[in-house]
């Protein structure tokens, strides 16, 4: 089993930047799949899920268009940790980030987030 813990989130002004950690307690070498997915302000309550916002599978990084050009998604597999490094950020990304990993048949763990809030 994997437990994940997330760090990084604050406050920044619209424009900055901010790095996400996720620390693993385990390899993150198992995690087949890693990625960060967000959940806005209120959209819980609307019945929405979380959204997805990268993920890395091997060399493979997959970014939501709302955030390309902008978010990079990296894996450093000897301190067991995954970073999302955040820059030209904008208040639309306002948000509780969520590490994931997933083990292939084995199962999806989640941290328990981190808030990001953008705004002036």
């Known amino acids: 089993q994997v437990q994940l813990v997330e760090s990084g989130g604050g406050w920044v002004q619209p424009g900055g930047s901010l790095r996400l950690s996720c620390a693993a307690s385990g390899s993150i070498v198992s995690c087949n799949t890693m990625g960060w997915y967000r959940q806005a302000p209120g959209k819980e309550r609307a019945g929405k899920g979380r959204?997805?916002?990268?993920?890395?599978?091997?060399?493979?990084?997959n970014y939501v268009d709302s955030v390309k050009g902008r978010f990079t998604i990296s894996r450093d597999n000897t301190k067991n940790t995954m970073y999302l490094q955040m820059n030209s950020l904008k208040s639309e990304d306002t948000a509780v980030y969520y590490c994931m990993c997933n083990i292939v048949r084995q199962g999806v763990y989640w941290g328990q987030g981190t808030q990001v809030t953008v705004s002036s």
């Open positions: 959204e997805l916002v990268a993920t890395s599978t091997g060399a493979y990084l």
